[in-house]
């Protein structure tokens, strides 16, 4: 009877786990034969005190002093089991009225800048804001907001990216524009030089002519460009790169402006003329958003101020680039929660520091 499938062979208890119906039954057995505590907690495979616990859990109340003592019934213990399982939950580990002064600051960032709460958590111990009692981590935020458990709804909080997975072949029936980003130097993939960009624009009302916005993301630091342009045409890209050109000076645009990776929309047609510059320019696979990924999430940023089918007639230039100062002004994580602006400064300041030398 040593077979391997032979049900002679009992299975070894996992220390940890909830008993099982059938181990509650042995529970009950042993305990009416009079085994002690330990006897039984050796034979089922747990601890005394576990023993202990179920006994007192699934034993009836005695109803007067003259009855006979109860005894330990299964159903009722799994029926208690049952009952503290569905109440069960890991209670939130914070003090409200400790965390109620970090609580009201996040709700005025998150409301008045759009900052994410973890932006908020970061933001705060970078910067020593509050003691570490009073923030509880990002985590305990967002398992609260979900719960209902803060003054602000999941409408008021910047929405997560969707990560979608995308289509890895590349359809080659659309005209290129210039250079292909397969001719794109190593060093821009690598991340590591700041100067190198991709640019968009994000349209408002698709029926009829009207102003769109021209973006561009500077691929290490993650600073934010939005200009209003009057229209989806060549002159408006090239009013926005004229905007660039006189803010930057045209001796520092080359070294600001390293490259630049657009899409093949008809908007970017004249794109490669602005090479006399110093720059660049490089163009993405036809339908192939992924190669245009920081776009992507960074104009979806810039949809919590315009949604989708607004009209860009209603914001004047000043609101636009306010809306990307606001952008540039959010802590990120990846950045130790210190923001694109700053990031962005510190280069510009070297790339003038090196004007001044010379």
């Known amino acids: 009877m040593n077979h391997i499938h032979s049900n002679t062979i009992e299975d070894v208890r ?3 786990h909830h008993l099982s119906l059938e181990e509650r ?3 009950q057995a042993l305990h009416r034969q009079g085994l002690s505590l330990r006897d039984i907690a050796a034979a089922v495979g747990c601890a005394h005190t576990t023993v202990f616990y179920k006994l007192r859990r699934g034993t009836p109340d005695r109803k007067s002093k003259h009855d006979c003592a109860p005894q330990y019934m299964v159903k009722l213990g799994q029926k208690a089991y049952a009952k503290n399982r569905k109440i069960s939950r890991k209670s ?3 003090d409200h009225d400790d965390c109620e002064p970090f609580i009201q600051w996040m709700v005025e960032r998150v409301r008045q800048e759009r900052w994410s709460l973890d932006a908020c958590v970061g933001y705060v111990r970078r910067n020593k804001l509050f003691t570490p009692e009073q923030i509880p981590c990002t985590k305990t935020l967002y398992n609260m907001l979900w719960a209902n458990k803060l003054p602000i709804s999941l409408f008021e909080v910047p929405r997560a990216l969707g990560h979608k997975r995308h289509r890895k072949w590349v359809r080659k029936n659309k005209r290129m524009k210039g250079r292909s980003i397969e001719e794109r130097p190593a060093i821009v993939n690598d991340g590591t030089e700041i100067g190198h960009w991709k640019v968009d624009t994000v349209v408002g009302q698709r029926a009829g002519r009207e102003a769109l916005v021209f973006t561009a993301v500077e691929k290490v630091t993650r600073n934010y460009i939005a200009i209003r342009i009057p229209g989806r045409t060549c002159a408006g890209v090239e009013a926005a790169l004229a905007q660039l050109q006189n803010l930057y000076g045209t001796e520092r645009f080359s070294q600001i402006f390293k490259t630049m990776t657009a899409d093949t929309a008809p908007e970017f047609e004249t794109l490669s003329q602005f090479e006399n510059l110093g720059t660049k320019m490089y163009f993405t696979h036809p339908y192939s958003s992924w190669e245009r ?21 209603r914001f004047s230039d ?5 809306m990307a100062d606001a952008l540039n002004q959010r802590p990120h994580r990846i950045f130790g929660y210190h923001t694109p602006s700053e990031l962005f400064d510190a280069f510009l300041d070297e790339v003038y520091a090196i004007e001044c030398v010379s």
């Open 14 to 16: 996992t220390p940890g």
């Open 25 to 27: 039954g042995m529970i």
């Open 92 to 94: 939130y580990k914070i």
């Open 293 to 313: 990924d920081q776009n992507e999430r960074h104009n979806g940023l810039l949809r919590d101020f315009i949604p989708k089918g607004m009209s860009m007639e």
């Open 318 to 322: 000043e609101d636009i680039l306010d």
